[in-house]
T-cell receptor, first 114, second 116 residues
Framework: AQTVTQSQPEMSVQEAETVTLSCTYD???????LFWYKQPPSRQMILVIRQEAYKQQNATENRFSVNFQKAAKSFSLKISDSQLGDAAMYFCAYRSGGFGKLIFGTGTRLQVFP | GAGVSQSPSNKVTEKGKDVELRCDPI?????LYWYRQSLGQGLEFLIYFQGNSAPDKSGLPSDRFSAERTGGSVSTLTIQRTQQEDSAVYLC??????????????FGPGTRLTVL
């Protein structure tokens, strides 16, 4: 079975600084997708970034980028120029290529200080 | 366009009562998912529907839980004889499809269920 591990329950960063959230996963599959979701206090899960396992290039969305290390099964999220609005729970998620359900990590709570 | 909506936003019920939670997916999305988010168990998959295929019910924790999707759109998650351990936030998500590049799941705001 696939598993997703987020080893940092909480992280904090100063506004305008950079922070990296860690995620590792375990799978024997070759076709899969990885996601980072943000969950603010409003509860709504918002997709931050996605990565297809077959793509070697790391995904980037504005201030958010990932470091995808397929051999190490690592998928970290880097947030540059952190803003107060980035404060939220961040979940790493895995999805098999052929099946729809997401498998989530336990989340990392990010605090941003002015 | 409108996102995924869920109702009610909050539901308080007494142990032993039945509850129904509703999800309206994004129009045109063929795949619909239910997840449960609780302090003890984190985010768990419950069930998903893909078009007219038989739903994947592998995540339902007991036979007290059931879900249906009528007309390929609205879905209802029903919990019978609620127990205190059912207290959680129930999240619904939808996507254009369940595989490939159209698989991005968009989530609703969730229903917070409290069982007294």
């Amino acid at each position: 079975a696939q598993t997703v591990t987020q080893s940092q329950p909480e992280m904090s960063v100063q506004e305008a600084e950079t922070v990296t959230l860690s995620c590792t996963y375990d799978t024997s599959e070759s076709d899969y997708y990885l996601f980072w979701y943000k969950q603010p206090p409003s509860r709504q899960m918002i997709l931050v970034i996605r990565q297809e396992a077959y793509k070697q290039q790391n995904a980037t969305e504005n201030r958010f980028s990932v470091n995808f290390q397929k051999a190490a099964k690592s998928f970290s999220l880097k947030i540059s120029d952190s803003q107060l609005g980035d404060a939220a729970m961040y979940f790493c998620a895995y999805r098999s290529g052929g099946f729809g359900k997401l498998i989530f990590g336990t989340g990392t709570r990010l605090q941003v200080f002015p | 366009g409108a996102g995924v909506s869920q109702s009610p936003s909050n539901k308080v019920t007494e142990k032993g009562k039945d509850v129904e939670l509703r999800c309206d997916p994004i129009s045109g999305h063929t795949a619909l998912y239910w997840y449960r988010q609780s302090l003890g168990q984190g985010l768990e998959f419950l069930i998903y529907f893909q078009g007219n295929s038989a739903p994947d019910k592998s995540g339902l924790p007991s036979d007290r839980f059931s879900a249906e999707r009528t007309g390929g759109s609205v879905s209802t998650l029903t919990i019978q004889r609620t127990q205190q351990e059912d207290s959680a936030v129930y999240l619904c998500a939808s996507s254009l499809a369940s595989s490939g590049n159209t698989d991005t799941q968009y989530f609703g705001p969730g229903t917070r269920l409290t069982v007294l």
